[in-house]
């Protein structure tokens, strides 16, 4: 079975430019998440989708950064205009509990933001 | 969410056991403890998680006292390939956001 997967792996852009990050959970899982890491920093959660619904977006930092998934699948974050202090490494996790405690969390490699 | 405490880093040599000990004082009644791992230029992957007690499986045990005021990761003879960065969160509820600290560093040597 196919893992978590991102794309791309790692992407390096201009301050003011626009840039999207892509993220294929474990086919069947509703749960999606998004987290960053910045340079040094931990790891922060920034939003959370149940199918294609945003359960939690509290870690969203401003409005330049925008996250969609359509139909439930694949998500997209979308960084517009990308300023320096984006940089950093952007996670997707993906995980099928809905009940009980909160299960495994299956984290993709990663998509490596550069701006310059 | 509960705020959880650990070292910063710890040292260990191969075949060594290991134990990173988490606090978690304001721990809530439905709150799970849940521990990753994390390689540099990786993803966190999922080691183990447990409420009470002893949790264990194929890489790691879980110990969780009485009060569940902390936990412990015990890594049984540990090896180099167990340098990484060890993350314990805790939360409650499936689909809920896991928030992370700041791990412990294990450095594993020969």
């Known amino acids: 079975e196919a893992g978590v997967t991102q794309f791309p792996s790692h992407s390096v852009i201009e301050k003011g430019q626009t840039v999207t990050l892509r993220c294929d959970p474990i086919s069947g899982h509703d749960n999606l998440y998004w987290y960053r890491r910045v340079m040094g920093k931990e790891i922060k959660f920034l939003l959370h989708f149940v199918k294609e619904s945003k359960q939690d977006e509290s870690g969203m930092p401003n409005n330049r950064f925008l996250a969609e998934r359509t139909g439930g699948t694949y998500s997209t974050l979308k960084v517009q205009p990308a300023e320096l202090e984006d940089s950093g490494v952007y996670f997707c996790a993906s995980s099928s509990r809905l009940a009980g405690g909160p299960g495994e969390l299956f984290f993709g490699e990663g998509s490596r933001l550069t701006v310059l | 969410l509960a705020k959880t405490t650990q070292p910063i880093s710890m040292d260990s040599y191969e075949g060594q056991e290991v134990n990173i000990t988490c606090s978690h004082n304001?721990?809530?009644?439905?709150?799970?403890i849940t521990w990753y791992q994390q390689f540099p230029s990786q993803g966190p992957r999922f080691i183990i998680q447990?409420?009470?007690t002893k949790v264990t499986n194929e890489v790691a045990s879980l110990f969780i006292p009485a009060d569940r005021k902390s936990s412990t990761l015990s890594l049984p003879r540990v090896s180099l390939s167990d340098t990484a960065v060890y993350y314990c969160l805790v939360g409650n509820q499936a689909g809920t956001a896991l928030i992370f600290g700041k791990g412990t560093t294990l450095s594993v040597s020969s």
């Open positions: 447990g409420y009470k």
């Open positions: 304001n721990i809530a009644t439905n709150d799970y």
